[in-house]
């Protein structure tokens, strides 16, 4: 019995996306002006628990399996496609795969829609109100403990590496609306991956995964730095970042463990010998990138979900930073630091880490940022560390 019937066309190149994107509730994922805008709800998935991810990957199958598909474009990405969030934590609800009832789509010059079923109306863009902030969950002073007792943890060789975020709280009169927040964020940082999703507005640097056909793809950021007033200042953090011990004992252990896991899927896989600098408009991060081919069929959210949580956001030992984040935190991250992005039928898709984001609701939200503890950390620079990545939320909200 077919379910679903889903007709992918032509169409005419949009010069931006987001101007696409008919609804506040609608969907996006884009790169350097590249990606998907998308609205209405064809099929939706909630779930929760340590099998999210099989359930998800189960339940997009069963779907494809019944639906009726009449692809004239044929390119990773049409189709039947789906998006989603997942939540950092296993315990925690909220995860979330959309088949939406209208996509648009736009990659290597070439530009498509999707339709399945009728899409609601469209509603006009809103000028969001004024932001006001709440403070974290977390104040300041106990974050600052916290992240001294997870130092002195990693010292004890209890850990190598606890990586601990915050959250702040925002609030305003009226719901906002997500369509000019993300196309603030995505002028700003298009080397980043713009998000909306169920009310998680971001612009990831971390490709936790790209899977088109056999090739794949993932980029590990951890460690960072700001960025210099002058060129000259700026190259001097850079150069500090790279030769940085602190910074280096962060980054090491989340490229031993992407290696680890896609080393056994791939062949030919290519690593950067050494971490380079990824520049991104308020801050600077080391960087390694990873290239291969899959040598077995695995899906894009099948290896997402080999690689989450990774050090990048969790620590190392996963299982002993995972229990420290818990114990520490004093919140629950929700979907922030969980796979975000997309996958279609034929099992290609790009999955990022979900960063530099905000999740709201309604009136209310949440803007997250966090840093890696290792032996040399200092609670107060990993405070303000925390405090330049906020900035990219704050600034694509308070403009």
């Given amino acids: 019995m077919t379910e679903l019937r889903v007709r992918t066309v032509p169409a ?12 506040p509730d609608g969907i996006a994922w884009l790169h350097h002006g590249d990606g998907f805008v998308a609205w209405g709800e064809a099929a939706r998935l909630e779930v929760r628990g340590a099998d999210r991810f099989d359930v998800g990957r189960a339940w997009l199958s069963k779907l494809a399996a019944r639906a009726e598909v009449d692809d004239a474009v044929d390119v990773p990405g049409t189709g039947l496609v789906a998006f989603g969030a997942f939540s950092f934590d296993e315990h925690s609800p909220g995860s979330t795969l959309v088949v939406p009832a209208a996509l648009v ?18 509603v006009g863009e809103t000028v969001n109100g004024r932001i006001r902030y709440a403070g974290s969950t977390l104040p300041d002073v106990q974050w600052l403990d916290a992240v ?18 915050r959250d702040v709280h925002v609030w305003t009169r009226d719901s906002l609306d997500p369509r000019p927040i993300a196309r603030r964020l995505a002028g700003r940082f298009p080397e980043c991956y713009t998000f909306v999703i169920d009310g998680l507005v971001g612009a990831t640097p971390e490709l936790l995964v790209r899977r088109v056909g056999s090739s794949l793809e993932s980029l590990v950021l951890a460690g960072s730095a700001r960025r210099g007033k002058t060129r000259a200042e700026d190259e001097e953090l850079g150069r500090r970042l790279l030769l940085s011990t602190k910074d280096s004992d962060e980054h090491r252990p989340a490229v031993e463990q992407v290696r680890r896991v896609l080393g056994p899927l791939t062949r030919d896989l290519k690593v950067t010998s050494e971490p380079f600098l990824l520049r991104l408009a308020n801050v600077q991060h080391l960087a390694t ?8 069929d695995e899906d894009a959210l099948e290896i997402a979900a080999s690689l989450h949580p990774t050090p990048a956001v969790c620590g190392s030992p996963t299982d002993i930073a995972a229990h420290m984040i818990r114990e520490l935190e004093g919140m629950d991250r929700g979907r922030y630091a969980g796979p975000v992005g997309w996958m279609d039928a034929r099992g290609d898709g790009e999955w990022g880490i979900a960063l530099r984001c905000a999740q709201f609701d309604g009136t209310k939200g949440r ?4 840093a890696g503890i290792v032996a040399g950390s200092l609670p107060e620079a990993e405070l303000e560390e925390t405090r330049i ?10 403009a």
Avoid at 153 to 165: D, G, H, I, Y
């Fill in 367 to 370: 803007l997250f940022a966090g």
């Fill in 148 to 165: 001294d007792s997870a130092a002195r943890s990693v010292r004890a060789r209890k850990a190598e590496k606890v990586v601990l975020a």
């Fill in 105 to 122: 789509g736009r990659r290597n010059g070439r530009s498509w829609m999707t339709r399945i079923g009728e899409p609601p109306p469209p």
């Fill in 289 to 296: 990138s990873f290239v291969g081919d899959l040598t077995g």
């Fill in 389 to 398: 990545k906020l900035r990219a939320m704050q600034n694509a909200l308070d």
């Fill in 12 to 23: 005419d190149a949009a010069p931006d996306l987001l101007r696409d994107l008919a609804r």
